[in-house]
């Protein structure tokens, strides 16, 4: 059986390479199209770049796992400049306000600065500056990720990316043209906010595309510190411009990176594994077989069969083959099921994606974590100068051990929601750990600083760990939801639900400190208070997911305890006799 599974191997192999090379033959002539296979696909669908590198061969070896680093790290620093770019307003507040930040009143400490920040109202501006971004940002979102399960998503985070550059650079032109009207800072933010709205929904959907839901919590939270990496970047980078004179340079150099990495995602980026001849991932254990890599031979019957069973068949056939030039094949029956796989994946529409089971709850608990999260990103970096009276670039620099946290908070609940298979109970003890840690943040981290540098990760860590895990491994599982019959095309629609309705409370959050603080004690203890009571709400919505989670394990539990009894029960009068039985 093995000689004839060989023979037969390459008996196939051979009928594609001949097959292939007559195609290629016939489509010499036709510069828009390349083929994959045995499939005719336009160029517009492959970057240039990954064209080239198709044909130098360097994803020759191991295509599949080649490009599932290549999408994961393009992804990964493709966010990362999403954060990058706005977080300059944040860190070039202490210049525009100086004295914001202070415990002197705000009549005597601002008149440096630029205005209209640099005067008593100058907290109120910059919140108001924050929420017309942040309420921007959450209202396209819902629209963003209906248009990106409608469209390229190279293009779209191309031009997503490319608008954000845009919008920064022009925040910093303010200081070389000596803009000072508040309309044109918020116009300016508004502009930034709907170009922002389409980093999120586009690189999970991408995510999706490309990974299953094996190890998904792992990986994404692992893959979600780019988060944080942004945060630390757009914090250190912007800083060593921001000083009265230059800080417009906060925002053009974040601006170029933004720039030059939408030119290399336009390059580069794969958006389905299909555009490239490859099988797609298995979200579910029931799912349907891959296309071609795990496919059944000629005569024999089709079986269902599990991922761990399809991954192993894929490595034992040797993966995908490959004509001379490293150009993935597929058999003539991969393609007419890749067809059928293609024609399956249309697009559901906004309430469709609404009511999938779990989206509304895990929606409406990212709002509150989200207005804590966001709260921390806009204004960690004036309350830190605030509590130790630093300098704004100490200060600056302190902020990011939140950052820090959120690495480890990410990493940590994507890990433990995997081993555990309970997304929402990871999330939930979490969340309610963050309560005392913000007391204790605000009560007792200004007597030492290394207290406070512990606290501040320990904080970054249980309210960034549940929004890392909500936005990328619940929104996937969400977005490939058994409900959907197959449909895979829910990711970015799902993920826009999620995280928009999130960023209103991202919105809310820093308004209503810039509303209620003015640099007093009891100001920014009341805005500790509004942060332990979202986080405790955010966990209360997801008490019936929580009830849902545990209860299997609880019968498991009363199961295994039931059958010990019965078994016992059985054992019990086997031991008696031998007891009774003579030496």
């Known amino acids: 059986n093995s000689i004839i599974d060989i023979m037969a191997t390459e008996a196939d192999d051979l009928l594609a390479n001949a097959d292939v090379s007559d195609t290629e033959g016939k489509a010499a002539g036709n510069g828009s199209v390349i083929v994959l296979g045995e499939r005719k696909v336009d160029t517009r669908e492959i970057p240039v770049g990954v064209w080239i590198l198709e044909r130098i061969g360097l994803c020759r070896f191991r295509p599949r796992q080649s490009y599932k680093v290549l999408v994961y790290f ?3 620093f493709c966010y990362t400049c999403y954060h990058l770019s ?6 070039v507040k202490v210049v525009l306000c100086p004295g914001c930040g202070s415990n002197t009143s705000n009549d005597s400490a601002t008149k440096d600065g630029w205005a209209p920040f640099n005067n008593k109202n100058g907290h109120t501006l910059l919140g108001a500056v924050d929420y017309s971004f942040l309420f921007a940002y959450a209202i396209t979102m819902f629209i963003s990720g209906v248009i990106a399960d409608r469209m390229s998503l190279r293009y779209f985070l191309t031009i997503g990316m490319l608008g954000s550059a845009i919008s920064v650079a022009l925040v910093g032109v303010a200081r070389f043209a000596r803009i000072h009207h508040i309309g044109y800072f918020i116009g300016m933010q508004i502009f930034g906010g709907v170009m922002q709205s389409t980093g999120w929904p586009g690189v999970v959907a991408v995510m999706g595309n490309w990974f299953g839901k094996q190890r998904r919590g792992f990986l994404l939270g692992l893959w979600n510190t780019h988060t944080s990496l942004g945060n630390i970047l ?23 990176i933004m720039a030059g990495m939408a030119v290399i995602i336009f390059l580069f980026l794969v958006n389905d594994p299909q555009h490239v001849g490859l099988p797609p991932p298995v979200h579910h254990l029931d799912q349907p077989e891959f296309p071609s890599p795990v496919r059944e031979r000629e005569g024999e019957e089709k079986k269902e069969i599990n991922f761990a069973e399809a991954e192993q068949r894929h490595r034992e056939e040797g993966g995908d083959t490959e004509d001379g030039d490293g150009v993935v094949l597929i058999s003539d029956r991969s393609h007419e099921q890749s067809d059928t796989v293609q024609k399956k994946k249309k697009a559901v529409n906004f309430f469709r994606a609404l009511m999938i089971p779990g989206v509304v709850e895990f929606a409406l608990a990212l709002f509150f974590n989200k207005l804590v999260s966001y709260t921390f990103l806009f204004w ?12 704004g ?24 929601s995997d081993l555990l298979r309970a997304r929402a109970v990871t999330c939930v003890v979490m969340l309610i750990l963050a309560v005392p840690s913000l007391f204790c943040l605000r009560y007792f981290g200004d007597d030492h600083l290394s207290l406070y540098i512990i606290l501040l990760v320990v904080c970054g860590s249980f309210i960034n760990g549940p929004y890392a895990i909500i936005t990328t491994a619940v929104s996937s599982d969400l977005g ?20 928009g309705t999130g960023s209103l409370g991202a919105a809310c959050g820093p308004l209503l400190v810039g509303l209620i603080t003015n640099g007093s004690q009891s100001s920014w203890n009341n805005a500790f208070y509004l942060l332990m009571g979202s986080s405790l709400i955010s966990a209360l919505f997801l008490s019936r997911l929580v009830v849902s989670e545990v209860k299997p394990w609880i019968l498991r539990l009363l199961h295994s305890g039931l059958t010990n009894r019965i078994r016992h029960r059985h054992e019990e009068p086997i031991e008696l006799q031998a007891l009774s039985s003579p030496l």
Request: aromatic share 14%; net charge positive.
């Open 393 to 416: 670039k100490k200060a600056d620099w302190l902020s990011t051990l939140f950052d820090v946290g959120g690495i480890i908070g990410g990493i940590v609940a994507g890990l433990v």
């Open 74 to 76: 393009l992804t990964f």
């Open 86 to 91: 706005r977080k300059p307003f944040s860190v």
């Open 480 to 499: 490939t939801h058994k409900s959907l019959k197959g449909d895979q095309n829910a990711k970015a629609t799902v993920t826009a639900i999620i995280d």
């Open 380 to 391: 960690l970096p004036l309350y830190v100068q605030y509590s130790l009276r630093l300098s």
């Open 234 to 256: 757009g914090t250190v980078i912007p800083s060593f411009w921001a000083t009265a004179k230059e800080w417009g340079w906060s925002f053009v150099v974040p601006a170029f």
